[in-house]
């Protein structure tokens, strides 16, 4: 009893945290509108920082709680350096003989007083360097990887000395064989599905982890980036086409039972088909989970903006449902890609019974 | 006269609004018929409305 | 679109899919694979047993169907010698009944027997004392009656008319 009171504290203090980085902001209505705005965008943006939280002093200075992580560019060879050096942006980063700043979250090579050219649409025009920082992302992911490592391996160990599955793997072994009997199985067939069981599971939980920590006010947000959800289509596309059976061939470019004219028109739609599906599955997932930071954050934020009792608490009883809402489409994205994944690896190794007219 | 895009997009979240809302009223009404068979009937639904889902979204973000 | 495209960031494609693909076949080696196998020899262990189970409640019918025959044909068995011995017992009773008879029956005739001849014996004695006696009455009588004449005369005749009587 006590330990479930302690889970709802931790829980609800989870939920307040984001409202009290907000707080600390000052300013007139439109300043406050402004900066909720900015604030949000900047919160979907990858950041070469892990910050937990900024502030502004009454000074005007602006102050940031985290830390520095490492800035890995290849730009006349590899630089590696410390993220603390870009200041946010807001001074020039000397690293070697070049200099790098910061604009909009991005890092961009400039000369020694940190010039940014922009073109007529306020693009930046200066150069870009091959970027492979291990940036606010890179290392969520890399956390979530060696968490997803380290409770999967202790739930396997334990198989070794029981049968029966004891501690965490009584609660994950459930989904396990749900991932098994309710999505791979009837997807993909008795036959084949222990093939791609390694990568559903994986998909699904990483996944998952990944959105429940997006709800967490770390203010992490992984899956709302377009190059995340795009390599994980990528992989799911490849593996779809990788281990295709004849019979997928077929059917996309020389379908069975179709008029010969039919089939010419037919095979570029059906190509192109195979190409929309992880297409989807890479929007679906990063814009779902891009919708509900927005939303959320602009509900939290509206409590500023009200700024009276009424209003101010139905927007946080507003944001409070709709906290909950977004654990359950945390879990929903999830299985919908692994399931859709698992439909497509199905359409892949099926194998028709041409007897029959199609 | 040129219509913005946004219009576009709104055309298009009305157009797959109304289809999961379809799917999820026959969903209900299967289930209603078939209690039994609600598992099944369940994940058919998800994945209709993913599938809708998906679509709105591209051709949401292609605007 | 153009924002999407704007958007994507190289480096972070290129650590997504180092650390995701690496993710997979790490979990794949450590984890999945001995979960899936555990949990798999589980559902064969499991399935075994229940079999195994079944088996044995049909053996256990199989014997007990055995049982309930071979109590039947014992309880006949011991009907039908229950029987056998009533009508043995019955059998007996009667060859023991009329040999009993028979030999009652052997005993009375032979006792009869018995009498009859002791009763002719006894009659044949009987007779033979009387006769003695009636001679030695006969002979004091005539002898007493001889000495008189008249009185021999009587009696002769007497005796005489006894004896075609007799």
């Given amino acids: 009893m006590r330990s479930k009171l302690t889970v709802r504290l931790i829980a609800l203090l989870f939920f307040l945290l984001p409202f009290l980085s907000i707080a600390g902001e000052k300013g007139t209505e439109t300043d406050i509108k402004s900066e909720i705005k900015a604030y949000i965008q900047h919160h979907l943006e990858d950041t070469y920082d892990f910050g937990f939280y900024s502030y502004t002093t009454d000074e005007g200075v602006h102050k940031y709680k985290g830390f520095p992580l490492p800035v890995i560019l290849w730009d006349n060879g590899l630089q590696v350096f410390s993220s603390s050096k870009l200041h946010h942006g807001e001074s020039v980063a000397h690293v070697g003989d070049a200099y790098y700043k910061l604009d909009h979250g991005k890092l961009y090579k400039t000369d020694a007083e940190g010039t940014i050219n922009y073109d007529e649409y306020h693009h930046a025009t200066n150069v870009k360097p091959l970027d492979f920082s291990i940036t606010k992302n890179v290392f969520t992911i890399m956390m979530v990887s060696l968490l997803l490592l380290i409770v999967f391996s202790r739930m396997a160990k334990k198989y070794k000395t029981s049968a029966l599955p004891s501690g965490v793997a009584r609660i994950l072994e459930p989904i396990v064989l749900y991932v098994r009997d309710d999505i791979a199985i009837p997807n993909i067939g008795k036959k084949h599905y222990k093939r791609y069981m390694s990568y559903l599971l994986t998909v699904f939980f990483f996944i998952w982890t990944i959105n429940l920590l997006g709800l967490t006010p770390l203010g992490i947000n992984v899956t709302n980036n377009i190059a995340v959800t795009f390599c994980l289509a990528l992989l799911t596309y490849l593996i779809t086409t990788f281990t295709a059976k004849k019979d997928y061939w077929m059917h996309i470019f020389w379908m069975p039972g179709v008029p010969k004219l039919m089939r010419l028109v037919l095979a570029p739609i059906e190509l192109l088909g195979t190409l929309i599906k992880p297409f989807s599955l890479m929007i679906r997932l990063y814009a779902n989970i891009t919708a509900g930071h927005i939303v959320l954050m602009s509900l939290i934020g509206l409590m500023f903006i009200f700024k009276s009792w009424l209003g101010s608490s139905l927007s946080f009883v507003l944001a409070f449902g709709l906290g909950i809402l977004e654990l359950l489409v945390a879990a929903l994205q999830a299985y919908i890609f692994t399931m859709l994944s698992a439909l497509y690896f199905g359409s892949a190794v099926e194998e028709h019974d041409h007897d029959h007219a199609h | 006269m040129e219509i913005p895009s946004i219009v576009g997009a709104g055309l298009i ?51 | 679109m153009e924002k999407l495209i704007e958007q994507f960031s190289l480096g972070l494609f290129f650590w997504q899919l180092l650390l995701f693909v690496g993710l997979v076949l790490l979990l794949k080696k450590f984890a999945w694979k001995p979960i899936l196998d555990a949990v798999e020899a589980r559902e064969s262990d499991i399935k075994e047993a229940i079999s195994a189970a079944a088996d044995a409640k049909k053996d256990m019918e199989n014997l007990q169907a055995d049982n309930q025959k071979l109590l039947k044909e014992a309880r006949a068995e011991r009907e039908a010698m229950l029987k056998e011995a009533r009508e043995l017992k019955n059998n007996m009773i009667e060859s023991a009944k009329s040999e009993a008879q028979e030999e009652a029956s052997k005993l009375v005739a032979q006792a009869q027997a018995a009498i009859e001849s002791e009763k002719k014996a006894a009659i044949a004695d009987l007779k033979s004392v009387v006769g003695e006696l009636s001679i030695s009455i006969a002979e004091k009588v005539l002898r007493e009656e001889l000495t008189d004449k008249a009185k021999q005369e009587k009696l002769v005749e007497s005796m005489l008319d006894n004896a075609t009587l007799n």
Avoid: D, H, Y
């Fill in chain 2, 13 to 63: 979240v009305i157009g797959a609004g109304l289809g999961i809302g379809r799917i999820g009223g026959s969903a209900m009404e299967a289930i209603a018929r078939q209690p039994e068979a609600s598992g099944k009937i369940q994940t058919a639904m998800l994945i209709a409305a993913a599938l809708i889902e998906g679509i709105g979204f591209a051709a949401l973000f292609a605007g």
